[in-house]
Structure formats: structure tokens, C-alpha cells
């Protein structure tokens, strides 16, 4: 999958062909039907091998048992972090989120979270519920961040533009709304609210 993994990320979904893949590998496009059918099975594969660049207990520093507070919360951190650099690392990946595929690779971060998540104690609805709001906030950060491509002018200028209408829109006027771009620092800081919310529901 590494050619494919290339190919993606130097020409995007639409630049994907099974000939040019084919032309990559040193192969023809009949010999390349032997082991894949659709170029969806080319897309699906490639999307998995990238999650597995980084298994996820390494990910997490390889912690494998967690209980305290900080230990399993740091282990979550750890993993949703890399697991989101990863994907902006390849941006095609972001516009494929939608797509219902269970590869190994994806399976393997899905158990370390919710096995990281049952070590202090979560079970049952908790559990279930804790893992997907994880898991779509992972995904719509992620996907924020891929398509969000304004340059530093463009932002200026709407920022400009607020301010104009700033009876309007007085507090994204204010708060200079358009102008904040700490996307990493924003990712993590959300999550340890995440966090928050989900350790609090679990004490209830």
C-alpha cells in the first residue's frame, strides 16, 4: 500500500487511477485486478495502512494499564493526538472519514480507546457513549481542520468585515473570531474538556 499511500498523497482521491497505481508498482492494471477489485478497495486499504504508522499503544506511550486520573487520560491524549496528526499528515484521508470501513489498523485504535477508557472503570452506556463522543470529536476536528484553507489575508479581511459589523456580531467582532489559529493547542484543550465531562459523568 505504500504506492497507493503516495499516490494519495501527491494527487488526491481524483488523481488515483488503478493504471496509474499499476505504472507505479511496475505492474499492469490486469495483475493489479488479481489482488483488489474497485479502486474503492485501493482508497479503503490505503486509509487503514495510514493508521497503522504508529500502532496505537505507542501512540500512548505504550501504556497498556491504565487506572489513575492522569494515566488514562494521558493515554487517550496521546492517541487521538497522533491519530489526528496522522490523517492531516495524509488530507486526503479527512474527505474519506464517511466511509464505513473496519480495517485492522482502525479496529486497533477503537480497542485501545475503549479499553482505556473500561481500566478506571466505565461500563455499560457510559462506556459506549464516551467512546463515540471521543471518537466524532476526533473526526470533526479533524475534518475542520483539513478543509479550513483560508490564508492569513483572507482571515484578516474577514476579520476586518466583522468589525464593520461588529453591532451585528459583537462578540465574534470582539473575540477576533477569524483571527485565532492555534488549531493544536485548540484540538487538545477541547479534549481535556471532553475529558472532564466524561471522568464527571463517570463519579455520578
Known sequence: MDEAVALLDEEGIDGLTMRRL????????????????????????????ILGELPPGDAASGEQSVATDDEWRAAIVALLVDWRTTMLRHPWSAALLQRPTLG?????RMEFL??????????????????????NYLMGA??????FQLSDEDRETAQRRLRDRSEEFPTLSAHQYMLED??????????????????AAGKR
Not at 475503549?114 to 471518537?135: K, M
Not at 479533524?142 to 478543509?147: K, M, P
Open 114 to 135: 475503549q479499553a482505556t477508557l473500561v481500566r478506571p472503570g466505565f461500563t455499560g452506556a457510559h462506556l459506549h457513549t464516551a467512546t463515540w463522543t471521543l471518537y
Open 22 to 49: 499499476a505504472e507505479r508498482i511496475g505492474s499492469g492494471v490486469t495483475t493489479l485486478y488479481w489482488h483488489v477489485d474497485t479502486k474503492d478497495d485501493v482508497v479503503d486499504l490505503a486509509l487503514d495502512a
Open 142 to 147: 479533524t475534518v475542520a481542520r483539513a478543509s
Open 182 to 199: 492555534d488549531w493544536d493547542g485548540t484540538f487538545v484543550t477541547g479534549l481535556g474538556y471532553v475529558l472532564d465531562g466524561i471522568a
Open 104 to 108: 485492522p489498523n482502525l479496529l486497533a
